[in-house]
């Protein structure tokens, strides 16, 4: 096992023997009573620097629209090596500010190689704050504390844990008694650059969002975003960033011993070394037809498609208020949320919707939904993963139930097969990685587009703070479609009701051979399918 990157100067020990561990949670359970976040906390407020007209980018963008109604312009990036290098080179050339916000920012290479992207912006006198979701930063505090030394670097944390830092199992087990606020998280995905480029969509900063994790690899769809619309994604960061739910992390950590000059010392020793990335460049270009974002930004033109855009998020307040009247409307009457806009939209359809999402469990709300757009006539088709794609085996065990529900209503269901994710070379070289699916997109009757964090199950609905744009472009719609397609065609299952009313997954064949028809969960083995069983009748579904 590799050195743990939050402690430099030392291997990671062995882990301790159980009746350490069970000390250990012990004591968390009792000081579970009394741990409680920081008060008094000080929090500066800021504000986007707005209007990046005269910046580098500013001036591309701006040579870049086309004239009359202010537009926004969009390059979809649905290759993981081509949605990292957009975020690297934005970083290196931001000249004002850059404005992060992510459920996960991992402690791993791919985490440690953009904050050092971000550390030399701020080197150079850009402001950058980071806001991360603070589920995932177990043992990263020193990372992250480290980042925050620099000058024009900040770093927030949202909906902190306040005890047991160090360790996953320790943070729950301090926050036993505080489940109800703790299981609530920020799960936005956002990053703008000098208030005039953006990239947002469905991808965390983690190895396994851009090919570079040995184990599994996520299919996911991002998109670059500028003009007339980034100053509202600027405007949805800073309603985030300086509501009271986001705690500076010096409010979180001890401070230690260690100067700035020390700990900007720390992180460089943190961010370098053998186990620092060093990507690939991207290939010539991506599915779509589009170069590397720096060879058009080193030409001075962008290649963009420009269209009329809306941008959603749900209010901090959805999640974390002190009780659930101070939450405001639930998440489906509230006009500014994203899943009353995306419920808006999708039941608008005049005759096609495709959607992809990793987690699917329509619900009663959804359900509705469904019913109402099929019985308008509109065909409806929904890419998820499969069992053996899924990484929340448990979230399967709702999907599973809705399953022969929705085909009875005529909806297309169509499963992520890793197998044949793995033949194709089509998303990127995955090897013997496993493929899953992580994108959270729908085209509406193939001219209007959304594309965001949102998955469609209870946790987002109701738990979970979320981001989301919808782009009115029949040229958008169309190349998400061709995705879409790709997927389908090169990486799933289209399920069926068979004679007897069960579940039957279609796996095409090429040329005349005849279709091969399952009948179990395919690409999964015995125990794994025994275990849900057993499960399933102890799963609620509003904790999914």
């Not at 980034?230 to 986001?246: A, C, E, I, K, T």
């Not at 495709?354 to 009663?364: E, H, N």
């Amino acid at each position: 096992m590799p050195p743990n990157p939050g402690r430099p100067d030392r291997a990671e020990k062995p882990c301790a023997p159980w009746f350490a561990w069970l000390l250990a949670c012990l004591a968390a359970l009792c000081m579970a009573g009394c741990a409680g976040l920081p008060t008094d906390v000080q929090r500066k407020p800021s504000m986007a620097i707005a209007d990046g007209a005269d910046t580098l980018l500013g001036r591309l963008v701006k040579s870049a629209a086309p004239p009359g109604e202010p537009l926004s312009g969009f390059r979809l990036l649905p290759m993981p090596q081509f949605s990292l290098h957009a975020r690297i080179e934005l970083a290196r050339r931001a000249q004002r500010s850059i404005d992060v916000q992510y459920y996960l920012v991992q402690n791993d290479e791919t985490g440690r190689y953009l904050l050092r992207a971000l550390r030399d912006a701020a080197d150079r006198g850009v402001r950058v704050r980071l806001l991360v979701d603070d589920l995932y930063t177990a043992g990263a505090d020193p990372l992250f504390t480290s980042f925050a030394s620099h000058p024009n670097v900040e770093v927030r944390l949202f909906n902190p844990f306040p005890a047991g830092r160090d360790r996953l199992g320790t943070r729950w087990a301090a926050s036993l008694f505080d489940f109800d606020r703790v299981h609530r998280r920020m799960h936005n995905k956002l990053y703008v650059v000098d208030d005039t480029m953006a990239v947002m969509g469905g991808r965390n900063i983690a190895n396994e969002y851009f090919l570079r994790d040995g184990g599994s690899n996520f299919i996911d769809i991002d998109t670059l975003v500028v003009g007339a619309v980034v100053p509202r994604l600027s405007s949805l960061f800073d309603m985030y960033w300086n509501s009271p739910y986001v705690y500076p992390i010096e409010s979180l950590v001890a401070k230690g011993s260690e100067s700035p000059k020390e700990l900007r010392a720390l992180f460089d020793r943190l961010t370098s070394g053998p186990e620092t990335l060093h990507p690939e460049e991207p290939g010539s270009t991506d599915l779509l037809g589009n170069n590397p974002l720096a060879k058009d930004l080193d030409a001075g033109t962008l290649k963009l498609v420009w269209a009329r855009a809306e941008a959603y998020a749900d209010p901090p307040a959805k999640a974390l208020a002190p009780t659930p009247e101070g939450r405001g409307l639930p998440a489906d009457e509230a006009s500014e949320s994203v899943l009353f806009n995306v419920r808006r939209y999708l039941r608008g359809a005049q005759s096609e919707i495709m959607q992809t999402t990793p987690y699917l469990i329509p619900g009663r709300g959804g359900m509705e939904s469904i019913r109402i757009i099929r019985g308008n006539g509109v065909s409806y088709s929904i890419v998820t993963n499969s069992l053996a794609a899924t990484d929340e085996s448990l979230v399967h065990i709702g999907y599973r139930r809705y399953r022969a529900q929705m085909l009875r209503l005529g909806v297309e269901l169509y499963e992520l097969s890793p197998k044949r994710v793995e033949e194709t070379k089509r998303f990127g070289m995955y090897g013997s990685a496993s493929g899953r699916l992580h994108g959270k997109s729908a085209v509406i009757d193939r001219k209007t587009v959304f594309i965001g964090s949102m998955n469609f199950d209870p946790r987002s609905e109701l738990h979970n703070t979320e981001i989301g744009i919808f782009i009115f472009s029949p040229q958008i719609a169309q190349q998400l479609t061709s995705l879409i397609g790709f997927i389908r065609l090169d990486g799933a299952y289209q399920l069926q009701l068979g004679p007897k009313g069960g579940i039957e997954w279609v796996s095409p064949a090429s040329g005349d051979a005849a279709d091969t028809i399952l009948h179990t969960e395919p690409e999964t083995h015995f125990w794994a399918r025994w275990k849900l069983e057993l499960l399933a009748p102890l799963v609620p579904e509003s904790l999914l």
